[in-house]
């Protein structure tokens, strides 16, 4: 929704001929160069300040359902696994639920692999014969969660640091040790502005579902380890 008011604001200054001369959209320079746009047509100022008010309002919600999340009480089983995927990078309070309600029980999913084939994020196949080939990804199952994961991709650009105020705060010694143990292949990809800018995430996103199987599946609640106990008992 946000992002739709967003666009919707970027297209009608664009049609009027205002660009932004700036870098980075949103950001402070750039809601303030907005409050300084005066058009002569009063329809257009009109229309204008729906746009603006639409944008506002839009962000005023996002952050109000952000910050409910962020505080919401959730049941133990959910806490120690939301905890224990903020290790992960790029995986914040909200990604974390989000992720968790999206997937569901990750103990259905006898490996990995299947988690990262239901989140379509495997490449899809046309192979005949000896002939072998493979294409984009698949793209099935959730949206929302491979977007999640895709967006988190990104932090995948910068070498691995953990501050004093996470080592501090750290949710789980499985957590951090499957964040130090986790690849670091995609850190040496080309992730510079030259890159495929659709091609550049896939390895780290595909790394995240792994993960997240990880965290999840040895977390102290995980559905799984709750019946390997059963059954060892």
């Not at 959910?78 to 790029?90: D, P």
């Amino acid at each position: 929704m946000r992002l739709k008011a967003r666009q919707q604001l970027k297209a009608f200054l664009l049609r009027q001929g205002r660009v932004y001369p700036g870098k980075t959209a949103w950001s402070r320079m750039h809601l303030r160069w907005l409050a300084d746009q005066r058009f002569e047509q009063s329809a257009d100022q009109l229309a204008f300040a729906e746009y603006r008010h639409a944008v506002e309002d839009t962000h005023a919600r996002v952050e109000r359902l952000n910050g409910a999340l962020e505080h919401s009480a959730l049941p133990e089983q959910v806490a120690s696994v939301v905890a224990a995927l903020r290790a992960l990078r790029g995986i914040d309070t909200v990604s974390a639920i989000g992720l968790v309600a999206e997937i569901g029980d990750i103990g259905r999913f006898a490996t990995a692999r299947q988690l990262m084939g239901y989140l379509g994020l495997v490449p899809s196949e046309h192979s005949s014969g000896g002939t072998v080939r493979r294409g984009a990804i698949t793209k099935t199952g959730n949206a929302h969660a491979r977007r999640l994961l895709t967006e988190s991709a990104w932090n995948y650009r910068f070498a691995p640091r953990v501050s004093r105020f996470a080592r501090s705060h750290s949710p789980s010694s499985v957590a951090q040790g499957i964040f130090t143990r986790s690849p670091r292949r995609p850190q040496k990809m080309d992730m510079s502005p030259r890159a495929d800018s659709l091609r550049v995430p896939l390895a780290p996103s595909r790394q995240e579902p792994g993960n997240h199987y990880a965290c999840q599946l040895r977390s102290p609640r995980s559905t799984r380890a709750q019946s390997s106990d059963a059954h060892d008992g």
